[in-house]
């Protein structure tokens, strides 16, 4: 009985020993020589992995920023400046701090500013609505509504209002990581400057319909009349096909576009209201 | 025992209801829409400015590319302006639009009803002036018929086989222009086996249109080499590779064409469309087209202008039904809704489908319980459960793997299956990524 019990031990003891030596041996022999900077850089990234710097994950952009002599040009759009110059402390190198940026939608057609004239009925995504038709308005440009970019979301920054069926973007949970921008087949959402205080303007529209024609199907749409170039002061706007577009690093947010556009298709965020105007104030002061 | 295809194929209600109707021409429209892309490939360079004045028969736009084909205005007048024009691919494309005025056609244009049976140009001439004619595929794929008989070097046509299969229920186009037209579709398969050096021409059609068997089967005695093949009734028939495995037996390779086989495929409609313009020098500026559907007054098969809107074929026909819910243009398998019915009739029409409110809206998607029926009925034997989960996962890579590019929306899968799953929707999205894939790995 004992003998069994002897020879078991020996016997297990023996391959565990043997095949420790054999483990231990392929370990060093196939070891992975690794940048320990690497654990601690990707220590202070967000974790988030939304791929929004273009590399495969957190670790991969870790290991890009690790590698890279000169990292100006890479960025963390969800960690930000503060995440970056932390990184560049850790690598002793250099970086520059970018204006914040945020998610903006580039169309206002809701329901009551464009008539919707077709029925969709299949799956509700815009990639397949957008290979079958151009939209159940007239307008072939504009936001199909079907929730793509909110899907993609990883941070819940982004819902459907159910009044004007389009996306909005919650200015507190967006990162700019770029996820939606790539998701939406109508190629509405950019990146913008985020602006002081959350201030800019932009156009909100992407048709490039002759006037006319987006007129009469949008009632928000930009018809390319030109007043808001020749009224900015920064030449911050030009107008391509028919379509406006508003430079962030030139313009100013003087707010004069907003006013000189006949279609309210220039949006202005994060403004406090404007005073009344004069003459309104007096009409005010008559009425009540 | 009729011949057909092996492998999947479904038979959905025939609903031919328009026929017993003859071909009846429809009177000009006030204006027509000639989209610039009515083809495959790179859409057609328009050569004409606002407020030109067109004749019938005139070229109005260029091929543009080896894959492209000619477009000729359809009707005489002014052009009214070349503005992009939504069409039935539901997105504003180039068109150009013309004001009618009269009908004077181009004086080369042959418009007698005279038969003329004798084929005097050679083969390379045919090609050339099918090509200046810009015929293309009129079964409804618009394949620029010139390339179609334009054999790459180093391979054979062997056989010509000619499609009056007509498998999308309720469209019978195909099947007047059989009836009515016998004598130059005949002539125009001849044309075709000259152009191709090819002795032997098949017709498939299948048997639901004995009268046109017959027909043409009486007819063919006095045309060498063609001969007429009744085929059992199952769709999709009319696709090309299902149509020579039917009448042949051979099979297409996965990822080949038919001239791997030796056998080149064109519709009844082009091989009219090929006498018209080779023996008559008319080039293609009107089509059949079936206007059909369940509510409607008067189902009826109309000579189209190209670039008529599918508005005035619809009024023809009775009028729009109050309880419409969409309209198909095309059959009920593969056609497409259209946004609005003022989109233009094109080469491709092949027929406009009014579906009543009630049978036109899409039913909830189940869960999957995996019957197979989808991958009995695939008559490319794939297996459209696994496209559609891994569509829904977005592996594309292994779309490819499993022969997804292969596919060709025909719709079996959607139709056969009992939890309404959305099979070819993922499968046509996978396809558009797939093909970004490959495009992206041959650059």
């Keep these: ?288 | 025992m009729l011949k057909t295809f092996k492998k999947g194929g479904v038979h959905p209600p025939e609903n031919k209801i328009s026929a017993a109707q003859p071909v009846e021409v429809l009177p000009l429209p006030a204006k027509v829409i000639i989209p610039l892309s009515q083809h495959i490939g790179a859409p057609a360079e328009a050569m004409v400015a606002k407020g030109d004045r067109v004749k019938t028969g005139q070229l109005i736009a260029k091929s543009a590319g080896f894959v492209s084909a000619n477009i000729h205005s359809t009707v005489s007048g002014i052009v009214e302006s070349l503005e992009p024009v939504m069409d039935s691919s539901g997105y504003k494309r180039p068109a150009i639009t013309i004001n009618v005025e009269g009908d004077d056609w181009e004086p080369s244009v042959d418009r007698s009803p005279n038969l003329k049976k004798e084929i005097t140009l050679s083969a390379q001439d045919i090609i050339k002036k099918i090509a200046e004619a810009g015929i293309v595929g009129l079964g409804g794929a618009t394949f620029p018929t010139h390339v179609k008989l334009s054999v790459p070097a180093g391979k054979k046509a062997e056989m010509l086989v000619i499609n009056g299969v007509e498998c999308e229920p309720f469209l019978t186009s195909d099947h007047r222009l059989m009836l009515e037209k016998g004598h130059e579709l005949m002539i125009g398969i001849q044309i075709l086996m000259k152009a191709l050096n090819v002795p032997k021409a098949m017709v498939g059609i299948e048997a639901n249109k004995p009268d046109a068997v017959s027909h043409l089967q009486s007819l063919a005695k006095s045309y060498s080499g063609i001969e007429v093949q009744p085929l059992k009734v199952k769709y999709p028939q009319g696709g090309e590779k299902q149509l020579i495995k039917a009448l042949t037996g051979r099979e297409v390779p996965s990822g080949g064409l038919p001239i791997d086989i030796g056998a080149v495929v064109h519709n009844v409609g082009t091989a009219l469309a090929v006498y018209e313009a080779v023996q008559k020098n008319k080039p293609l500026v009107e089509r059949i087209v079936t206007v059909t559907g369940k509510n409607l007054a008067h189902p009826s098969n109309f000579l189209v202008r190209i670039g008529t809107p599918v508005s005035a074929l619809i009024a023809a026909a009775g009028g729009l039904p109050d309880d419409t819910g969409k309209v198909v243009s095309g059959g009920p398998m593969m056609g497409k809704a259209v946004s609005s019915i003022d989109v233009p009739v094109t080469k491709g029409t092949s027929g406009i489908l009014v579906i009543p409110a009630a049978e036109s809206k899409r039913k909830p998607e189940g869960v999957c319980i995996r019957c197979a029926k989808c991958v009995s009925v695939c008559p490319m034997g794939l297996e459209p459960y696994l496209l559609y989960r891994l569509g829904q996962r977005m592996q594309y890579s292994q779309m490819e793997v499993e022969r997804v590019l292969d596919c060709m929306e025909c719709g079996s899968c959607s139709f056969e299956c009992p939890a309404n799953l959305f099979l070819l929707d993922f499968i046509r999205l996978g396809k558009v990524e797939v093909g970004k894939i490959v495009r992206e790995r041959k650059n």
Excluded: H, W
Aim: hydrophobic fraction near 40%; proline fraction near 5%; include cysteine.
């Design chain 1, 1 to 288: 009985m004992s003998s069994v019990l002897t020879t078991s031990i020996l016997m297990l003891t023996i391959l565990g020993v043997v095949l420790a030596v054999i483990l231990y041996v392929v370990a060093q022999k196939f070891k992975v020589e690794e940048d320990p900077r690497i654990d601690e850089v990707e220590a202070l990234l967000p974790g988030a992995n939304c791929g929004g710097c273009g590399y495969p994950g957190c670790r991969g952009l870790a290991d890009a920023l690790v590698k890279a002599d000169d990292i100006s040009a890479i960025f963390c759009p969800v960690g930000g400046n503060e995440t970056m110059r932390k990184v560049a402390a850790i690598l002793g190198k250099a970086v520059e701090d970018k204006d914040p940026q945020i998610a903006v939608v580039r169309c206002s057609g809701s329901p009551q500013n464009r008539t919707r004239v077709v029925e969709y009925n299949g799956i509700s995504s815009c990639k397949f609505a957008s290979t079958l038709y151009s939209g159940d308005t007239g307008c072939q440009f504009g936001c199909l509504g079907l929730g793509d970019c909110v899907a993609v979301c990883k941070f819940d920054a982004i819902y459907i209002d159910p009044v004007s069926l389009l996306p909005v973007i919650d200015e507190e949970k967006c990162t700019a990581c770029g996820a939606c921008v790539k998701a939406c087949p109508k190629l509405l959402i950019e990146l913008r400057k985020k602006g002081p205080k959350g201030k800019r303007i932009f156009v909100s529209c992407m048709n490039t319909d002759k006037g006319g024609v987006a007129r009469k199907y949008c009632s928000v749409a930009c018809i390319g009349c030109f007043k808001c170039v020749k009224v900015c002061p920064y030449e911050a706007i030009t107008l391509e096909n028919n379509l406006a577009y508003i430079d962030a690093n030139k313009c100013k947010l003087c707010r004069k576009c907003v006013e000189e556009c006949p279609t309210d298709s220039i949006l202005e965020v994060n403004f406090p209201p404007r005073k009344p105007k004069v003459e309104e104030q007096a009409q005010n002061a008559v009425t009540s």
